[in-house]
């Protein structure tokens, strides 16, 4: 039982890193001594209206789990070194929103 729990467990964490790539949205392939901090990418976030949840810095992602205007949950996959939307662009994704 304790091999199939473990199994799962890094079957889990492979598919949530491949994600973001998968929608074709590479974040960075920067260094993360370039990344910018949780608290700016947070900050950056806050200052388009969204209501942050909880940050994580993954592979090469900011996952940003997050509420938005009409109050709905989304999760957000930024580029760290940029702090924008990976794939695209702030305002791109407001006017989805």
């Known amino acids: 039982m304790k091999k199939f729990v473990v199994a799962s467990a890094i079957v889990l964490a492979l598919g949530s890193n491949a994600y973001a790539e998968s929608f074709g949205k590479t974040c960075t392939s920067e260094p993360k001594e370039k990344w910018l901090t949780v608290e700016a990418i947070e900050k950056l976030v806050k200052e388009h209206g969204y209501e942050v949840r909880k940050t994580k810095m993954k592979a090469s ?12 949950r989304q999760e957000l996959f930024l580029d ?4 924008n939307p990976a794939g695209s662009d702030w305002q791109s994704l407001e006017k989805k929103g």
Request: aromatic share 6%; glycine share 12%; proline share 6%.
């Open 61 to 72: 992602c900011a996952e940003v789990y997050v509420v938005d205007k009409q109050g709905k």
């Open 80 to 83: 760290p070194v940029t702090g």
